[in-house]
């Protein structure tokens, strides 16, 4: 018999962004090539007759094998990281090739593809961590490194390593703004942190609540603010990621009120944890939760959902920031309880990023199964120059779908792909869980275990943002 298709799935509810609707998806050489009713045989074929079919997701923010202080060590390189994107229905992800002060940003490039080639198992591009604005940077690597497909940056207004001054942030907008790159930024106020930090451990209190503490919503709402102003005097679109509550929130209505081209980016941690899950005695079990900004209340989660409701948030990523709870490496650093300030920033969330939001978002009601697909897949797919190869169920796009199972799962750690040996979600019920993930055509995920391949994942070399400006 001869073959239309490499593959076909039949009966599919394929989501966009726009709609849903009922067809077979045929797919050859690992793009779909049709869409439609009846089509003819594949190869292989597969029956997704009453499931819904998503485009894989796209993991905007997520930090992989990224070089920390020692004895801080990442404990998931592009081989286990991807993997567990895999696993929860990711097929592409985007890590951070991060600047060290004093060295140049071509060879954290470098240095950063050295890591991932051969290792990765979905696809991934890199986004750029400027610390160190020098004239070089600002006039010849940037501009060099967008045109040959690095086409995002992150920008730190914290973290003693990375954070930028107002000044150097307004010269690396400048350049956003001249070469139509995408500037994320990480906002909080560093000198208001620092000074709390230093009151709370005059006063003995290192415990990892006090973490919380030391970044109020205060310090984010000042830092929000500011960069808003700042891509406002350079006239230039910003992301403002990992937004954690309501203040920051109504700075960046403030902004889009005022016509000012405004992203927003928010994650699982602002939705499922609050500021008790750092603790609420002086125990070290906290540090697992420890990352920034910190999580807020039950009453700043709502608002975080109506934000993801009401399209305030153009993108849901994981900041999937992996360290280990029982090694020296991680959450321990040297092995011992360490004061909060030493404690890693950030915790995992590759892996259960998409079935969190599919499960307590979808299946819940709070918001639709297409916007759920937008916040996930499209939009971060147009935001960092990627669609409509990524992010869509279109012909001509990447086969990268996920079938969803809808079905009680109970978050168990020992059950996920990353190398992290916790997961804050640990027990967790949920409603659904990808019964399929392909990248590009091949299944990676059968829905009991990894069946991708190192090194299958392909580098992509990102375009321009074509994300339009959100008024709302
Ligand atoms: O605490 C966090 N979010 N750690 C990861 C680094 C960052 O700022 O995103
Ligand atoms: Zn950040
Ligand atoms: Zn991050």
């Not at 009966?11 to 849903?20: C, E, G």
Request: one cysteine or more; charged letters at 25%; proline letters at 6%.
């Amino acid at each position: 018999m001869s073959t239309s298709f490499d593959l076909v799935i039949r009966n599919a509810l394929a989501v966009t962004a726009a709609d849903t609707q009922q067809a077979d998806i045929g797919i050859r050489q690992g793009r779909i090539v049709a869409l439609g009713e009846g089509l003819g045989a594949g190869a292989r074929e597969i029956d997704a007759a009453g499931r819904h079919v998503t485009p894989g997701g796209v993991d905007g923010h997520c930090h992989l094998d990224q070089p920390m202080p020692p004895p801080v060590k990442m404990a998931d390189d592009f081989i286990t990281g991807t993997r567990s994107a895999a696993c929860g229905g990711t097929t592409t992800v985007i890590p951070f090739a991060a600047q060290e002060k004093g060295s140049s940003l071509r060879a954290a490039v470098e240095d950063y593809h050295r890591r991932a080639d051969g290792k990765a198992s979905v696809d991934y591009a890199f986004h750029l961590i400027v610390s160190d604005p020098t004239p070089t940077v600002l006039n010849d690597e940037l501009p060099a490194l967008i045109d040959a497909g690095y086409t995002s940056f992150k920008l730190y207004m914290t973290y003693e390593d990375l954070k930028l001054d107002d000044g150097q942030v307004l010269d690396v907008l400048d350049v956003a703004r001249r070469h139509g790159a995408m500037a994320m930024i990480h906002a909080e106020n560093s000198d208001c942190i620092e000074w709390l930090t230093r009151r709370l451990e005059a006063a003995g209190r290192t415990a990892p609540r006090w973490h919380a503490h030391a970044r109020p919503m205060l310090v984010e709402r000042e830092a929000t603010h500011r960069a808003i102003a700042l891509s406002q005097l350079v006239d230039v679109p910003i992301l403002i990621v990992h937004v954690s509550g309501r203040e920051a929130v109504e700075q960046i209505r403030w902004g889009r009120a005022h016509g000012l081209s405004i992203f927003a980016e928010t994650c699982p941690q602002y939705l499922f944890l609050t500021a008790e899950d750092l603790g609420i005695d002086n125990s070290y079990m906290g540090a697992r939760c420890v990352c920034s900004p910190p999580p807020r209340d039950k009453a700043n989660q709502e608002v975080i959902w109506d934000g993801l409701r009401d399209d305030l948030f153009t993108v849901f990523s994981s900041d999937h920031a992996p360290f280990r709870w029982d090694t020296p490496d991680g959450k321990h650093p040297g092995g011992k309880e360490v004061p909060f300030r030493h404690i890693p920033n950030g915790i995992p969330g590759i892996e259960t990023r998409l079935p969190l939001l599919y499960s307590e978002g979808v299946l819940t009601g709070r918001i639709s199964i297409n916007r759920y697909v937008e916040l996930t897949s499209t939009n971060p797919a147009k935001a960092y120059g990627l669609h409509p190869r990524k992010g869509t169920i279109a012909v001509g796009a990447d086969a990268d779908l996920v079938i969803w199972d809808e079905k009680e799962v109970v978050i168990d750690n020992d059950r996920l792909h990353h190398n992290v040996d916790y997961t804050p979600y640990e027990g967790m019920k949920l409603g659904a869980w990808p019964a399929l993930t392909l990248l590009r055509g091949q299944v990676v995920w059968d829905g009991t275990r990894f069946t991708g391949a190192v090194g299958q994942g392909q580098f992509l070399a990102c375009g321009k943002p074509t994300l339009v400006p959100q008024r709302r």
